[in-house]
């Protein structure tokens, strides 16, 4: 089981880009943007009809193309669909970095995908856990009840939350209110997600946001969404990626600041104190952790 301390090791993705399976054109346009990590999609993009030829290309995509450094995650059809055990035969072969897996309730739902994905990668030779997982974690009413645990399986690496599924299980007829913010039962969900993703040591990444010509308020969603502890967010559009970049990696005035601070910590520390005067301000252990996490995020320091 992973801890707090594991989430030095993971691989932070800032902007994790969806792209329709068997779409050509967008998959091209895909590569030349700015996206930490693409989103294969199986699911919701592809229709029942085109399920089986979006799988072939996703497939041909994994082996032949040059993702140049992104990470390259295909989101499976759900288990209980005709589509999901066949997704995992067939992509385990082309080696994705993950699988973003959908639909999932509660812990035996991750071990039954966990099980197929471990017998594939016996079978095509890749190393034992080396496929991870990116679970949307609150698509069904029953989920928020059981994301810890969903969080802690060992072959989850992130966690995000899902407001569209869970808004059509619910009957809801909005998930915002008139001035744009979360309604409180999405509000809820999204930072049960958040806390059982910390509490496992596992990436919390923020949920799309849907309307794709308010950037302002994707920016603003974004700096919300960061100052609370996400450290990437699922996009839909290309002209997302910028900006949710630019939100989620710290600015050079925190960087200096953080720099700062744990310079200044070094000293005090040497001379046996741990709680300090800091630009004004009492700072402990706390303040220093906050001020790795902020170093981590840029590759200059761990989190340990």
């Not at 302002?216 to 990437?232: D, I, P, Q, S, V």
């Not at 700072?283 to 902020?294: E, G, N, S, Y």
């Amino acid at each position: 089981m992973a801890t707090d301390a594991d989430s030095a090791e993971l691989i932070l993705r800032r902007s994790v880009h969806f792209v329709p399976g068997g779409n050509e054109r967008m998959f091209e346009k895909s590569l030349g943007l700015a996206a930490d990590a693409l989103i294969l999609d199986l699911e919701d993009s592809v229709t029942p009809e085109g399920k089986a030829a979006a799988r072939d290309a996703v497939c041909d995509w994994l082996r032949q193309a040059d993702f140049g450094g992104r990470q390259k995650l295909v989101r499976i059809n759900p288990l209980d669909s005709p589509w999901g055990e066949a997704d995992i035969a067939a992509v385990i072969a082309g080696s994705p970095d993950g699988l973003v897996v959908p639909k999932v309730t509660r812990a035996s739902d991750v071990e039954s995908v966990d099980g197929l994905v471990a017998e594939q990668e016996r079978r095509t030779g890749l190393a034992t856990g080396s496929v991870k997982l990116l679970l949307i974690g609150t698509e069904t009413p029953g989920s928020a009840f059981h994301l810890p645990e969903l969080a802690a399986h060992p072959r989850v690496d992130g966690l995000t939350w899902g407001s569209e599924d869970l808004s059509a299980e619910l009957g809801a007829s909005a998930i915002r209110d008139a001035s744009g913010e979360y309604l409180e039962v999405f509000s809820l969900v999204r930072s049960l997600a958040l806390l059982a993703a910390a509490a496992a040591g596992k990436q919390p990444i923020d949920t799309i946001y849907a309307d794709v010509r308010d950037l302002k308020g994707l920016r603003e969603e974004c700096r919300r969404a960061a100052a609370m502890g996400f450290t990437g967010k699922l996009t839909i559009h290309p002209d997302q990626i910028d900006i949710v970049n630019e939100m989620f990696t710290p600015s050079p005035a925190e960087v200096a600041e953080a720099e700062e601070l744990l310079a200044a910590a070094d000293e005090h520390i040497r001379q046996g104190r741990i709680a300090f005067r800091f630009k004004g301000q009492m700072v402990d252990v706390p303040h220093l952790k906050r001020a790795r996490r902020i170093l981590a995020r840029t590759g200059g320091q761990t989190e340990d």
